[in-house]
């Protein structure tokens, strides 16, 4: 089916470990993102991408490395995970024409780390 | 930094009512204006989306923009209780969107049967 993929829904890992989440869609959109979502802070961007091999920081991108090697996969990796990584991670795609097009929203990864 | 404010609620609101939501926004050059609804647990779908200043409506749903007041609004008639959800204000910068949205942080609305 179209849409996007995010791999593994759900993750428990350890502080210090790296853990990489996947994003796939099959729109062929050119820009994709991710966010996180935390109580009290609401959605902040960590990364985006304008296209294959073009990446870009957001808000809160400390702790985190992206790659974009391909249009449809934008993998986020947690180099050495820590307890303030804990959170919902969502990715999102848009296709850019002005006006801006809406983002569409991956159905997230929870990752707690002990 | 581009701050967008949302009261977080909850917001309750009897069935078959109109439920109001508000956005404020602090960056002028923003262009583009979403309402996203999310269900707990679940991931942002989108509901809305304005671009020029005025009312837009799609169905039960009406946004308002009003970019001399960097304000926007939905309006929801004939409140279901399937609408319980939170609802999020996101704006793009002056970029249009390239480098992502800015989120508020939420209203929770309930409508009581």
């Known amino acids: 089916d179209a849409g996007i993929t995010q791999s593994p829904r759900y993750k428990i890992t350890e502080t210090g470990r790296q853990v990489t989440l996947m994003c796939h869609q099959t729109w062929s959109h050119s820009y994709m993102f991710w966010y996180r979502q935390d109580l009290g802070h609401g959605l902040r961007l960590i990364y985006y991408s304008a296209a294959a091999d073009i990446t870009d920081k957001g808000e809160v991108p400390d702790g985190y490395v992206v790659s974009r090697s391909k249009t449809e996969n934008f993998p986020l990796t947690l180099e050495s995970a820590t307890r303030s990584q804990t959170s919902v991670y969502f990715c999102a795609s848009s296709e850019f024409r002005g006006p801006a097009q809406p983002q569409h929203f991956g159905d997230g990864t929870r990752l707690s780390i002990l | 930094q581009k701050e967008v404010e949302q009261n977080s609620g909850p917001l309750s609101v009897p069935e078959g009512a109109i439920a109001s939501l508000n956005c404020t926004y602090s960056d002028r050059g923003s262009q583009s204006f979403f309402w996203y609804r999310q269900y707990s647990g679940k991931s942002p779908e989108l509901i809305m989306s304005?671009?020029?200043?005025g009312d837009k409506e799609d169905g039960r749903f009406t946004a308002q923009l009003n970019k001399a007041s960097q304000y926007v609004s939905l309006l929801i008639r004939d409140s279901q209780p399937s609408d319980s959800a939170t609802y999020l204000c996101?704006?793009?910068?002056?970029?249009?969107?390239?480098?992502?949205?800015?989120f508020g942080k939420g209203t929770h609305l309930i409508i009581q049967p």
């Open positions: 996101a704006v793009t910068g002056s970029g249009g969107g390239a480098d992502g949205l800015t």
């Open positions: 304005i671009y020029s200043n």
